[in-house]
Antibody, heavy 118, light 112 residues
């Protein structure tokens, strides 16, 4: 059974850098894209970006200048960094596995609330 | 970006009755390979979203057969044949044809 577990700082001040890591347990790490999606409080879902095991990335253009997604295949982990955060970045951040061929997003982490407040 | 528009945004349903959610995209999601790059998710209260339907009409593993997805091009529908109490939550459609992948606003299903 595949499990995604995520961790990182939950409270940030404006202008700081958000940093989250997602560990993948079970299943194959290669052969998938590893995705970050966020959900502002009471709002819908926003796709942030994704990475595969070889480090190839795709980003949402609206966030691209502030976002870096990286991968550590030795640990079966991938990470999200978002610079210069503001209150608008307050959200629950989900890490998700995306299957390459069908593009289905089949396994989701539990979500991590990141609050940006002065 | 491809804009996804769901309707209705709120859906009160009596248990045992059917329910239907519409999702429209601003561009066709039908790829030249014949697949519609449209998924459906359910986010139950306090939980992460879970995949219900992928590529327009394929039920994900473990999803009850009362959930059915249909449609092609720019118009898609999720139908629940007989709503149960456990189906409560917010339903999202998502296009995965073009980056950035985008979601509909969500449809909140509640039990009457």
């Amino acid at each position: 059974q595949v499990q995604l577990q995520q961790w990182g700082a939950g409270l940030l001040k404006p202008s700081e850098t958000l940093s989250l890591t997602c560990g993948v347990y079970g299943g194959s790490f290669s052969g998938h894209y590893w995705t970050w999606i966020r959900q502002a409080p009471g709002k819908g879902l926003e796709w942030i970006g994704e990475i595969n095991h070889s480090g190839s990335t795709n980003y949402n253009p609206s966030l691209k200048t502030r976002v870096t997604i990286s991968v550590d295949t030795s640990k079966n982990q991938f990470s999200l960094k978002m610079s210069s955060v503001t209150a608008a970045d307050t959200a629950v951040y989900f890490c998700v596995r995306r299957v390459i061929v069908t593009k289905r997003l089949d396994y989701w982490g539990q979500g991590a609330l990141v609050t940006v407040s002065s | 970006d491809i804009v996804m528009t769901q309707s209705p945004l709120s859906l009160p349903v009596t248990p045992g009755e059917p329910a239907s959610i519409s999702c429209r995209s601003s561009q066709s999601l039908l790829h030249s390979n014949g697949y519609n790059y449209l998924h459906w998710f359910l986010q139950k209260p306090g939980q992460s979203p879970q995949l219900l339907i992928y590529l327009g009409s394929n039920r994900a593993s473990g999803v009850p057969d009362r959930f059915n997805g249909s449609g092609s091009g720019t118009d898609y529908t999720l139908k629940i044949s007989r709503v149960e109490a456990e189906d409560v939550g917010v339903y999202y459609c998502m296009q995965v044809l073009q980056i950035p992948y985008t979601f509909g606003q969500g449809t909140k299903l509640e039990i009457k």
